[in-house]
């Protein structure tokens, strides 16, 4: 009976630890441009992912509120980024929210977000 028990126990522990890696994560979070579009368009990720913004030299990135984003405006939103054209540069995503971006000369059509999980 000790031995069932103490075997049940092992099983139970040995299942019950998850293996937690050190690794690098594989996911890229990229935004480039091509043509007249973000790519990706929309980029899901994780709270404290690091987000790199890779621009062509027609482009830019904005950005705006959520209400600006679907009026497809471009006014900029207070304390958020901004990326000239054709620059690189990253965001850290520290907040659980979605991100709204244009590329100004580009409107309606170049626009984007980045949704943190």
Same mark, same amino acid.
Do not use: W
């Given at each position: 009976?000790?031995?069932?028990?103490?075997?049940?126990?092992?099983?139970?522990?040995?299942?019950?630890?998850?293996?937690?890696?050190?690794?690098?994560?594989?996911?890229?979070?990229?935004?480039?441009?091509?043509?007249?579009?973000?790519? $990706?368009?929309?980029?899901?990720?994780?709270?404290?992912?690091?987000?790199?913004?890779?621009?062509?030299?027609?482009?830019?990135?904005?950005?705006?509120?959520?209400?600006?984003?679907?009026?497809?405006?471009?006014? $900029?939103?207070?304390?958020?980024?901004?990326?000239?054209?054709?620059?690189?540069?990253?965001?850290?995503?520290?907040?659980?929210?979605?991100?709204?971006?244009?590329?100004? $000369?580009?409107? $309606?059509?170049?626009?984007?977000?980045?949704?943190?999980?």
């Amino acid at each position: 009976m000790k031995n069932q028990i103490l075997i049940a126990s092992l099983v139970l522990v040995f299942f019950s630890c998850s293996k937690q890696s050190n690794e690098p994560s594989n996911t890229e979070n990229i935004i480039r441009t091509s043509g007249l579009n973000f790519v $990706p368009s929309t980029l899901n990720c994780n709270i404290g992912d690091t987000i790199f913004f890779e621009l062509g030299g027609t482009h830019n990135a904005i950005e705006v509120s959520e209400e600006t984003y679907n009026s497809s405006s471009s006014t $900029p939103l207070e304390n958020g980024f901004i990326f000239d054209f054709g620059s690189s540069g990253y965001i850290i995503a520290n907040e659980l929210k979605t991100y709204y971006y244009v590329c100004t $000369p580009h409107l $309606p059509n170049m626009k984007a977000r980045i949704v943190v999980n």
